[in-house]
């Protein structure tokens, strides 16, 4: 009766068959080095027989690799199996989690297509150092300002939870921390998040009504590429204003209103409704791409804006624009109630 490890043997070698079922001359080294692997009985023998086997199976067959250390002496492994703590190591990290911050941090990373998620496990492995004792609140502070460098937004929340750790963490109460920038005071770490907080609450409204705005686009887009015939029938009212819009003011280049180009795709002349939506798909087209221009043009401005609260707990630059879209949002949010 074959013992267990036998029919391992003769599964392996069958699977290694298997493998190399297009490529026979590979399979024919394998199964010359196993018989003389087999018969060898000196170490040099045996070392130079496993290397040569190695060298086989390197090429995207790690898992023949490893199953091939089932029949060697453990002195002779081919590769080490990593522990399972390691393998999922950082596994966790694609769960939600209860922590609204950790996973805010972690779907930004997603954003910038960090697929380490570098700067998350980063964030955890400071915390958990400074949970321990191996590092102070003071030296996260600097990790941390380095950190989120390129996030202003996420320092700042940062802040709060430093000067939460700092104040159980009773640590070097001889100096004066009041030059920190994270335990500058509680009321002024409280005061700055109350900005942050109020600043990204009009960030929001900004990034929903600029998504609004690439909606309406994108979507009367996608209606006036069917068919003219349906044009009556099709386009909303959001549809027609979107129109309209995009031929406020005087631009000599308009030759009709957007209110008389919105009669025409709905008139029955077929000819002139075609007409009409090649001029007005164009113009659509065209505002998609400025409003993506501004787009990023606004990106860095409140990227600026958020820096400003972090280093200073205040807004300078920018102020004005910040000061009439928080008047806009304010307005929206009166005409809604």
């Known amino acids: 009766m074959k013992t267990s490890q036998q029919k391992q043997a003769i599964e392996f070698v069958y699977t290694v068959k298997q493998r190399f079922v297009a490529q026979p001359s590979k399979f024919d080294e394998f199964a010359r080095i196993l018989s003389e692997l087999i018969s060898s ?36 492994k ?10 999922n190591k950082y596994s966790w990290l694609l769960s939600d989690s209860d922590n609204e911050f950790f996973n805010k941090i972690r779907d930004r990373c997603i954003e910038k297509n960090d697929k380490s998620f570098s700067v998350l496990i980063k964030f955890c492995e400071l915390i958990a150092s400074c949970h321990d004792k191996r590092i102070t609140v003071r030296e996260v502070d600097a990790e941390f300002s380095d950190l989120f ?50 600043t990204m ?47 406020k003011g005087s631009d000599s280049d308009y030759t009709y209103k957007g209110e008389d180009l919105v009669e025409i795709l709905q008139s029955c002349d077929p000819v002139r409704r075609i ?19 501004q787009k990023l043009r606004l990106d860095h401005v409140w990227r600026e804006i958020f820096e400003d609260i972090r280093e200073k707990g205040a807004v300078y630059c920018h102020r004005e624009f910040l000061d009439q879209m928080t008047e806009v949002s304010k307005n929206n949010y009166s005409d809604s109630e």
């Open 41 to 76: 009985t000196g170490v040099k023998d045996l070392d130079f027989l496993v290397s040569k086997l190695k060298n086989l199976f390197t090429d995207d067959h790690q898992d023949l690799l490893l199953a091939l250390n089932n029949f060697l002496p453990r002195n002779m």
């Open 149 to 198: 460098k390129d996030d202003p937004d996420l320092y700042i929340q940062c802040t709060e939870l430093l000067a939460d750790m700092w104040e159980t963490s009773n640590e070097e109460s001889g100096l004066d921390y009041s030059g920190f920038g994270f335990l500058n005071k509680r009321r002024k770490v409280v005061r700055r998040r109350s900005l942050f907080d109020k």
């Open 201 to 247: 609450a009009v960030k929001e409204f900004y990034l929903y009504e600029m998504e609004l705005g690439f909606s309406r686009i994108e979507n009367t887009i996608v209606k006036l590429d069917q068919d003219p015939e349906r044009f009556g029938e099709c386009l909303t009212v959001h549809d027609k204003r979107c129109i309209v819009e995009l031929y």
């Open 78 to 87: 081919v590769v080490e199996k990593k522990e399972s703590c390691d393998d």
């Open 275 to 293: 007409q009409a939506r090649d001029v007005v798909v164009e113009r659509l087209r065209r505002k998609m791409m400025l409003l993506e221009e």
